[in-house]
């Protein structure tokens, strides 16, 4: 797959990953939108700022791609590198 369709598997609820990624397990998801009450909002996040500054208002998180790095932690706002961009290797990670 291109990036465009792999893209296109994301917006699906699909993972995907490329086989030139050198790490084993890596795949990168989309995260949609959502919004939550400033009450939860943990203190060192950047949702605590927001709370703090408008502290009756909902927090608004927009949607995003997060990856599954090679060590297995959640890397949050992923983007794609220009090789990412130009590859053919893309493939849907089945469960």
Sequence with gaps: MNFGQALEALKTGKR???AGWNGKGM??????GSEF????AKPVHAAAH???????????????IDMRAADGT?????????????????AVVEA
């Design 74 to 90: 959640l890397v949050i706002g992923w983007l794609a590198s220009q090789t990412d961009m130009l590859a053919d290797d893309w």
């Design 37 to 40: 009450a400033t009450e939860y």
């Design 27 to 32: 795949w990168i998801a989309l995260t949609p």
């Design 50 to 64: 927001v709370a703090a500054e408008e502290p009756n208002e909902m927090i608004r998180l927009g949607a995003h």
């Design 16 to 18: 995907v990953a490329r």
